[in-house]
Every structure is written in C-alpha cells, then in structure tokens.
C-alpha cells in the first residue's frame, strides 16, 4: 500500500489471479531473473474469517472500500458464494468500475454501489486504510450495522481500530485485521 495497482505496469508477469483483481501485493523474482506478482490479499481475508468459523455463502455484505485489497476482498467472497455485496466507496464511479466488473465475473451476484449505510448486510467489512491512523474518520455509518452482524476490518495495525471498537460496542461479533480470531462485545 498505496502501490498495489500501479505496480502492475512495472512486473515481467502477473499471475491470473492478480491479473483479474488488477493490483498485486506479492512479487517474487524468478529463476530467470523475472518479477512475478499475485495477489493474496482477498485469499487471505476470506480464508482468515472460515479459519474463525465464519460461513460465507449466503451471506449479505456491505464492502467499504474499492481500492486494491477491497478488489480483492469482493472478488474472493464473491468466489465462495456470498448473496450480496454493497460497495460503498468515498469515490461513487470507482465502486461503480468494481460493481460492473464483479457483475461481469459473476452474473449471478446481487452487487450494488452503496453508501455508508450497511443496514441491509450480515458481514460488514472495512477494507479501506482508515482506522491506522488516530484520528481517522469510520470508513461507514456503524449506526446503521445491524448488531448481529459480522464486522471485519483489513487494517492491521492498531488491532482494536476505531470502526471495531465501535462495531463491538453495538454487539457484533468483530474479527480484526491481520487475524484469525473473532471476538464478541461483553
């Protein structure tokens, strides 16, 4: 971050799976001497909440975010099945370019452009930078996510951001960032 999309231009080969998200997080050289980049970031979201016990075919999920990892993100729930998936995004016609592309990959995926209301969703996911930085502002309305929904977040860094802590003070289960755990408000 934030160099995932433009590193693309710069490699000797993109593996298919970064190829379809369209930026890369990994680069490995070769044998021959080559860059090669792949993309595990939506992998290792999705394999990180079933790792935690969390189902996601069926399931109804709000996305904030449309840069490189949230790319990622949606392409890999996308792929397991999930029913829905809202992109709510700072920039309306960035999540609107992520929208038709998941329609394009998978037709028969209710996806949509949001806004920062995620009342409708099941799995509400922050996979946008804000919460590394003190100060920054939540990534959605967390007034609107419903209690009994799973709130997710790709930031690492700190572990409780702003948006989990908010979350989990409404009653969600949150898993955080870099992180194979689920933690439920007490």
């Given at each position: 971050m934030p160099h995932k999309i433009e590193v693309v231009r710069l490699l000797d080969a993109v593996l298919p799976q970064a190829a379809t998200i369209?930026?890369?997080n990994v680069v490995r050289r070769t044998a021959r001497g080559a860059l090669e980049g792949d993309n595990l970031d939506g992998e290792g979201f999705a394999v990180g909440l079933e790792a935690a016990?969390?189902?996601?075919?069926g399931r109804?999920?709000?996305l904030a975010g449309a840069g490189g990892a949230a790319v990622a993100i949606a392409f890999a729930l996308a792929a397991r099945g999930v029913e829905s998936l809202t992109i709510g995004n700072r920039?309306?016609?960035t999540a609107e370019r992520l929208v038709g592309r998941l329609h394009e990959r998978f037709p028969r995926l209710t996806a949509a452009v949001g806004t920062g209301d995620a009342h409708d969703a099941d799995l509400v996911v922050n996979a946008t930078s804000l919460g590394m930085?003190?100060?920054d502002a939540l990534p959605l309305e967390v007034e609107t996510v419903d209690p009994n929904a799973l709130a997710a977040e790709v930031v690492i860094t700190p572990a409780?951001?702003?948006?989990l802590v908010a979350a989990r003070a409404r009653g969600c289960v949150t898993h955080p960032g870099g992180r194979c755990s689920s933690r439920r408000s007490t």
């Open positions: 369209g930026a890369v016990g969390h189902a996601l075919a109804h999920v709000y920039t309306r016609r930085r003190a100060g409780d951001t702003p948006f």
